[in-house]
């Protein structure tokens, strides 16, 4: 079964864009990344995926379940994490994670406490005074206790030290090997690389591209440097060239034999050819935009 | 019920602050009566000869030297007021609130319908209006016994029967527009409270727009109005209803279908 599935998937503000056509398939058991600059639509599809907004056209299904008329049923088996979190005033951390569980009317209490001291959370604190990074690991508790089918983790690592992100990450990857999809959209390419294993990238509203990680970055250009002199001009497919003290390096999206050739004639003391990063790919899908020639 | 309870439990300390105020200003009014009666005679001449002034507060009509005349002017100025004022500001706050506060994103995204979530935190709002005026209304019984004055039991409850509709009907309404408001619900609350005052006041001195009688809630709480006919005019308790019921539903209808922004 799909865990999210999305239709031409508008979503509108008045004139402004928000999503345009997004068709977006998530399966069942993935560890999925979803990456996009500020504005790109990343909170848009989180938030119509969740019913706080409608959509202006298209459609969505949620673990098999309609956006639009099984709302209820979808948030039974979903969590969401957002990127900021607001809690209601005077109330303490642990009122606020029972809370959440009475509102999902389940008793989670037991798995709320090992996630408290995974994360070093301490609930008895008042949840409006806690500092950012612990309102964070508080929305974390109140969104994993309840084991649910699907998490939807809006830039879930803003606020949390290397450390605490390495241990939340540790308890999405249990989650994930017990069964659990997980949607996270990030900024933070390399958590994406390292974590999911497929990804999207959204741009100014439009999906334009979803596959596994490592066939995004198999399907885009090699990282070429070159410690040496060489007349590159002959070629094409160059992209973020940049020379400085005898070394060259660039994007290379071209056949490899016109490289070689070209390199042949230069006079070349090393040289390395690896795959991008996800970052480089990143850049390249929005160097498109800028320029769609 | 977990709503009802959550906002029961946010709302318990303002809800504390105000009945106590109330009940604390209504039965201090009701103990310096018997002080206040003997000068009572001289000040219903005073109050009778202040023109539109007189005519706008119903003075022209009750007798200030007895207890329910004297009762019927405080209680509309302490009741009808600040009641008015906590209704509406509790009203137009329950919804709004999630959105200004951001709490919205948390209460949303749990397994719980928004038509629920409006149920039972109107619930709340009828649940706080009820207890407030039950309180007020014991102690305003229980302050006339304690001064030794016979209770006038009926004219009593009939006035607190109408200020507690009117506090239901503006409530109703703030409720409503708090589900089209983010922030200023405080404001807007209290300006419709305080507006709907006037409106009554104005209706009183200037006959010529005595239609606005039919809007304002104040209109059916003209205390002389109903100890001398011992009813509340229901016709315009009807329309106050009416307003009242309008109000709930522009807040299902706008809220079930609101977009919940960032």
């Given at each position: 079964m799909d865990a999210i599935k999305t239709a031409q998937l508008t979503k509108y503000y008045g004139q402004v864009r928000g999503i345009e056509s997004l068709d977006l398939t998530v399966e069942e058991g993935d560890f999925f990344g979803f990456i996009g600059p500020n504005g790109a639509g990343k909170s848009t599809t989180i938030r119509t995926l969740l019913g706080l907004i409608a959509p202006s056209s298209g459609s969505a299904k949620v673990l098999g379940m309609d956006i639009g008329r099984q709302r209820e049923a979808i948030l039974k088996e979903v969590a969401y994490l957002p990127s900021e979190s607001a809690f209601y005033p005077g109330l303490r951390g642990r009122d606020m994670i029972a809370l959440s569980a009475r509102l999902r009317g389940r008793d989670c209490a037991a798995e709320a406490d090992r996630l408290c001291q995974r994360l070093q959370l301490d609930p008895s604190k008042k949840a409006d005074t806690l500092s950012f990074g612990n309102k964070k690991k508080l929305a974390i508790v109140c969104a994993l206790q309840s084991q649910p089918r699907l998490l939807i983790l809006d830039e879930p690592t803003g606020g949390l030290d290397p450390l605490m992100q390495r241990e939340f990450f540790e308890i999405l990857k249990e989650r994930h090997e017990s069964g659990a999809t997980i949607f996270l959209s990030s900024h933070i390419l390399s958590e994406v690389q390292r974590y999911c294993s497929r990804a999207a990238v959204i741009r100014a509203g439009e999906l334009i591209a979803c596959d596994r990680v490592e066939s995004l970055a198999k399907s885009s250009a090699r990282r070429i440097v070159i410690h040496g002199q060489a007349?590159?001009?002959?070629?094409?497919?160059?992209?973020q060239l940049e020379e400085s003290e005898g070394v060259i390096s660039f994007l290379y999206s071209g056949e490899m034999q016109p490289l070689l050739a070209v390199l042949s004639t230069g006079q070349i003391q090393d040289l390395s050819v690896t795959e991008p990063d996800l970052e480089e790919i990143f850049m390249h899908f929005y160097e498109k935009e800028a320029d769609p020639s | 019920m977990t709503v009802f309870l959550h906002e029961l439990r946010q709302g318990r300390k303002a809800f504390c602050i105000w009945t106590g105020a109330i009940g604390f200003f209504l039965a201090v009014c009701v103990f310096i009566f018997p002080e206040m009666k003997g000068e009572m005679d001289a000040l219903s001449d005073t109050f009778a000869s202040m023109g539109s002034f007189t005519a706008a507060f119903g003075m022209d009509r009750l007798n200030f030297g007895t207890l329910i005349g004297y009762y019927t002017i405080e209680c509309g100025n302490v009741l009808g007021l600040a009641g008015a004022f906590f209704a509406a500001l509790t009203g137009a706050g329950l919804l709004a609130k999630e959105e200004r506060g951001r709490t919205a994103d948390f209460l949303l995204t749990h397994p719980i319908s928004r038509r629920r979530v409006i149920s039972e935190k109107l619930l709340t709002l009828l649940t706080e209006i009820s207890v407030l005026n039950l309180v007020i209304f014991l102690l305003a019984l229980g302050s006339i016994a304690a001064i030794g004055e016979s209770i006038p039991f009926k004219d009593i409850a009939h006035l607190h029967l109408a200020y507690y509709l009117l506090q239901l009907e503006l409530g109703a309404i703030c409720f409503g527009l708090s589900a089209f408001l983010r922030r200023g619900s405080a404001g807007v609350g209290l300006g419709l409270a305080g507006l709907t005052y006037m409106m009554n006041i104005i209706a009183n001195i200037a006959p010529s727009v005595e239609f606005l009688k039919y809007i304002t809630p104040y209109a059916f709480c003209d205390g002389a109005s109903i100890v001398g006919e011992g009813k509340l005019d229901m016709i315009k308790v009807g329309i106050g209803l009416v307003l009242g019921a309008l109000g709930i539903a522009a807040a299902y209808w706008k809220y079930e279908n609101k977009d919940i922004n960032q």
């Open positions: 007349d590159l001009s002959p070629l094409s497919g160059l992209r | -």
